[in-house]
C-alpha cells in the first residue's frame, strides 16, 4: 500500500484529497493556509486533520527511506529471498521493519558470534533437528582446543548463546511476546532503599504495580522522574512468569520461547537442554530487551499525550477573551521592594512607570492610591491588570479601597497569570523592546499587555514558561516545540493580525513569515509609516509572492483603503467579490454587513474554474462580519472578599476562580489564595468525565465548593458539584473516573474499592503533586 492510500484509510477520506494536500505541503504552503483557502483541493480538510496528516506524512516518508536501506542492506549480503522482500515490503511500521531486518544487521562481537566462528552452529542445528540425540556425546565431537571450546559443556554453552541470539532475531516471535505483555504485563514500582526521605514526593510509588496498558500519561511521567531521580525502581512483571516458586518451571514467556521453535518435554534426550535454553533465551535475553522496548513505548505514549494536554491548554490560554483596545495599568506586585506600576495605552505603548510601596516595611497605603489615582485621571485608565504573584491579593485590596475612594471614574480590575512575565522581562526581546527600561518594569507592561490581548503578548513568551505544561521537563523536547509551534501558528491564524500595531514575534507567526520577513515588516512600517492596503506588502524586502500568498489572507488592516484588508477575504479573492458587487450594483461599504441581503445569496451562482462553493460561502460569510474574532467575550471572576490565604478557607466554602491549568486528572482553580485548588475529575460533572476538557478549559471562569484544605502540604481540594458535601459520599459519581487516580502505597495484585464520593476526596490529595511537581 502506498503512502497516500494509507493515508486516506488512516484518516478516512479520499485518496485524492491526500494527494492534493501532499502537493500543497510539497510545495511549500502552510497549513493554516491550506485549511482556510484550499478547501477545493482538500474537500474541506480542517486544520487538525491536516496536521495530523503532516505528521504522518514525515513518518511515513522516513519508513519508506529505512525501507529502502534495509532491503539494498540486506541484497548487498546476498541474503534477501522473494519472501524477506515481501515481508520487508509489507511492514507497516518501524519497529516492524527493524525486527525483520535483526538477523541481518551488522553486529558487534557477541557471544554468540565467538560461537559461531568456533563452529558451533551445527550442533545446536542437530539437536534442534533430532532432539533424541544425546547434547553431551554430541558436543565432544564439537570439541576445539584452538578456537577456546575445550569441553562438551563449553561447547553446549556456546550452542546456547547462538540459539538466544537466534531467538531474538524472530520477528514473528518478538511480536507475539510484545502483544502479550502489553495485554498482562504490568509495571511493579519500588523504592530505592535509603532514598524514602529525600523522594518524599514519589511516596505514591513506593509500592505500586498496575497494568501496564491502564496507566495514565502523568503517572507514568511520574514513574520514569522517580527513576530518574535515583528514588524508584521499575520492572516489567508478568503474571504466570514471575510468579513461579519454581525457576526451572517453564512460565508463559518461556513457552512461547519454546512453542516458537517447536520444542516440548517428550522425554528425548535433548528434550530438558533445549527447553533449558528457551527459558535463558526469555530470562537472559528476551526479557531485558522487552522490559525496555515496552517502556520506551510506554513513556513515548505518555510523553505525546502529555504534549496533547499542554497544546490544548496553550490553544485555551492563546485564544482566551480579550479585554480590547482600552488603557490598562498592569500592577506587578512586590512587598519589600515595592508594587512596579505601569500604564499601557488603548495601542499597548506604555505611557507610565512608577514604583508604589504600600506593603510592609514602608506601608505607603494612602501615597500609594493617591499616586495610581492620579495615573488613571492623566491616562484615562479603563482597566487595572494585577499579576497573581506575591503580595497579589494585599494589592487586589489597595485596588479596592483606591475604587471605593475614587469611583469616578470607574474602573474595572481583575487578577491575572503572571507567568513567564520574568522570563520576558530579562529576554533579548523585551531588551530591543524597551532599552531605556528598567528590567522589573518590563514584566509589568506584560502584564497589562497580557489582558488588553492575550495572544498578543503570550506569543513573545516561550510557551513552556507559560504554566500550562504537564511535565513538560520530561518530554521530548523537539516534538513538544513542533506541537506547540503549530498550536501558537493555528491560533495566530485564527484570529488574524493587525499589521499596522503587531508586533515582530505575532507577525512570525503569521503563515508564510519567518522571523527576518516579519522584522522587516516592522521596520518598512516605522520607515514609511501604516501600510495602507496588503498589495504594499510586496514592497518589503525580500517579501515575494510566494510569502504574499501565505500570509496576505492572515493580515488585517483595520483603515485602509480597501475594506477588504480588514477581513479574512484573501486578495486572490477580491475579483469575486467584485462580480458580486457589479451583478447587484453595489458597492462595497453598503454590502459589507447586510446580513439580510448576504443570506440571500446564493454560493452556486458564483463559483468558477478557480473558486469552488465551499470558498463562496466563506466569503459570503466573511463578507457578513468581516475580520470577527472567534474568541470568547471578555469575562472576569470576583475573588470572594476576605478570603486571601489558606487559612481563610474553610470546606463547604462556595467560591468563583479561574481555570489555571488542565491535566488528565482534573483541573487547576485559582481561587485568590495563592495556592491553585484541584478539583479532581471525578469532581467535574455529575456524569462520568472521560477527558476533564470535555467540561472545563483554561481560562474559563467556574463556581467551586471547597472540600478539603491541607495548610501542612498547601493543598486545596475543590468541587464543581455544588451539592457535594465535604468529608460525605457523593451520589451519582460513576466509580470508572477513579481510574485516574494515583495508587497510594500499593501492593502487587493488590485492588481496592470505596464509595465513589469518598474516592473523589481521598484521590484530590494524591493527584495535587502531579502537576507540580512537574513544573
Avoid at 302 to 328: C, K, S, Y
Amino acid at each position: 500500500m502506498n503512502i497516500i492510500q494509507r493515508l486516506a484509510d488512516e484518516l478516512g477520506v479520499r485518496s485524492a484529497q491526500i494527494e492534493a494536500t501532499v502537493r500543497l505541503l510539497d510545495d511549500g504552503a502552510t497549513v493554516p493556509f491550506i485549511a482556510r483557502y484550499r478547501k477545493e483541493a482538500t474537500a474541506g480538510l480542517d486544520d487538525t486533520q491536516l496536521r495530523q496528516l503532516d505528521e504522518r506524512l514525515g513518518y511515513l516518508r522516513e519508513l519508506e527511506d529505512r525501507r529502502a536501506t534495509v532491503i539494498e542492506s540486506i541484497r548487498e549480503q546476498g541474503k534477501l529471498t522473494d519472501e524477506l522482500q515481501a515481508a520487508l515490503t509489507a511492514a507497516e511500521t518501524k519497529t516492524r521493519l527493524e525486527d525483520l531486518y535483526a538477523p541481518y544487521k551488522p553486529k558487534r562481537r557477541t557471544r554468540a558470534q565467538i560461537a559461531r566462528e568456533a563452529g558451533l552452529e551445527p550442533l545446536l542445528d542437530a539437536l534442534l533437528e533430532d532432539p533424541t540425540r544425546d547434547p553431551a556425546t554430541l558436543a565432544d565431537a564439537y570439541r576445539n582446543s584452538e578456537a577456546g571450546v575445550e569441553e562438551a559443556d563449553a561447547a553446549l554453552e556456546g550452542a546456547r548463546q547462538i540459539f538466544m541470539e537466534r531467538a531474538a532475531e524472530q520477528a514473528d516471535l518478538l511480536g507475539q511476546l510484545r502483544d502479550v505483555l502489553r495485554d498482562k504485563g504490568q509495571l511493579v514500582a519500588s523504592v530505592v532503599p535509603g532514598e524514602e526521605q529525600k523522594g518524599a514526593k514519589f511516596a505514591d510509588y513506593f509500592e505500586y504495580s498496575e497494568a501496564l496498558q491502564t496507566i495514565p500519561s502523568h503517572r507514568a511521567l511520574a514513574l520514569f522522574r522517580g527513576r530518574s531521580e535515583g528514588v524508584l525502581r521499575l520492572k516489567l512483571r508478568v503474571p504466570g512468569q514471575d510468579d513461579l516458586e519454581d525457576v526451572s518451571a517453564m512460565g508463559l514467556c518461556d513457552a512461547m520461547v519454546a512453542s516458537h521453535f517447536g520444542l516440548r518435554d517428550g522425554g528425548r534426550a535433548a528434550d530438558g537442554w533445549l527447553l533449558e535454553s528457551a527459558r535463558w533465551a526469555w530470562r537472559v535475553k528476551l526479557a531485558l530487551q522487552m522490559e525496555s522496548e515496552l517502556f520506551m513505548r510506554l513513556r513515548e505514549s505518555a510523553e505525546e499525550e502529555a504534549i496533547r494536554v499542554f497544546g490544548e491548554n496553550l490553544r485555551d490560554l492563546l485564544l482566551a477573551a480579550p479585554a480590547g483596545t482600552r488603557a490598562t495599568m498592569g500592577l506587578d506586585p512586590g512587598l519589600r521592594t515595592g508594587v512596579k506600576v505601569v500604564v499601557v495605552d488603548r495601542t499597548g505603548k506604555l505611557v507610565a512607570s512608577t514604583t508604589i510601596f504600600p506593603h510592609p516595611p514602608k506601608k505607603q497605603w494612602q501615597a500609594s492610591i493617591e499616586t495610581l489615582a492620579g495615573l488613571i485621571r492623566e491616562h484615562q485608565v479603563e482597566l487595572i491588570s494585577i499579576g497573581n504573584g506575591t503580595a497579589s491579593r494585599e494589592t487586589d485590596k489597595l485596588v479596592q479601597d483606591l475604587r471605593r475612594q475614587y469611583p469616578q471614574p470607574a474602573v474595572h480590575s481583575l487578577m491575572v497569570s503572571e507567568a513567564g512575565a520574568s522570563v520576558y522581562s530579562a529576554s533579548e526581546l523585551a531588551a530591543r523592546e524597551f532599552p531605556d527600561l528598567d528590567v522589573a518594569y518590563r514584566g509589568a507592561v506584560s502584564i497589562a499587555r497580557r489582558l488588553q490581548d492575550p495572544l498578543a503578548e503570550l506569543v513573545k513568551i516561550d510557551a513552556k514558561s507559560i504554566g500550562v505544561g504537564q511535565y513538560q521537563h520530561d518530554v521530548n523536547q523537539s516534538k513538544l516545540a513542533r506541537q506547540l509551534d503549530a498550536v501558537v501558528e493555528d491560533c495566530v491564524n485564527a484570529v488574524g493580525v493587525e499589521i499596522n500595531t503587531a508586533s515582530a514575534p505575532l507577525l512570525a507567526q503569521v503563515a508564510g513569515l519567518s522571523d527576518s520577513l516579519a522584522a522587516n515588516i516592522v521596520t518598512h512600517r516605522e520607515q514609511h509609516g501604516a501600510f495602507v492596503d496588503r498589495q504594499q506588502l510586496l514592497e518589503v524586502p525580500r517579501l515575494g509572492p510566494r510569502a504574499f500568498e501565505q500570509a496576505a489572507g492572515f493580515l488585517r488592516i483595520r483603515e485602509g483603503r480597501n475594506p477588504l484588508d480588514a477581513s479574512a477575504v484573501h486578495p486572490e479573492a477580491y475579483p469575486l467579490v467584485e462580480r458580486i458587487l457589479q451583478h447587484h450594483g453595489r458597492d462595497i461599504h453598503s454590502l459589507i454587513g447586510d446580513s439580510r441581503f448576504l443570506n440571500s445569496l446564493a454560493a452556486n451562482d458564483y463559483i468558477d474554474a478557480q473558486f469552488g462553493e465551499p470558498t463562496v460561502r466563506d466569503i459570503i460569510a466573511e463578507l457578513d462580519k468581516p475580520g470577527r474574532d472567534p474568541r470568547p467575550e471578555f469575562k472576569t471572576a470576583s475573588f470572594k472578599e476576605g478570603v486571601e490565604t489558606l487559612k481563610d478557607l474553610q470546606p463547604g466554602m462556595l467560591l468563583e476562580g479561574v481555570i489555571s491549568n488542565v491535566t488528565n486528572f482534573g483541573a487547576f482553580v485559582d481561587i485568590g489564595v495563592h495556592q491553585d485548588g484541584l478539583v479532581h475529575i471525578s469532581a467535574l460533572a455529575d456524569r462520568f468525565v472521560r477527558d476533564p476538557r470535555e467540561v472545563v478549559r483554561a481560562g474559563q471562569v467556574v463556581k467551586v465548593k471547597v472540600m478539603e484544605v491541607d495548610i501542612a502540604r498547601n493543598r486545596v481540594g475543590l468541587s464543581m458539584r455544588l451539592a457535594d458535601e465535604p468529608g460525605k459520599p457523593a451520589a451519582g459519581q460513576r466509580d470508572s473516573n477513579s481510574r485516574s487516580k494515583p495508587a497510594a502505597s500499593k501492593k502487587p495484585g493488590k485492588t481496592e474499592k470505596q464509595p465513589a464520593g469518598k474516592q473523589a476526596n481521598t484521590t484530590m490529595a494524591a493527584a495535587f503533586a502531579k502537576l507540580k511537581d512537574s513544573s
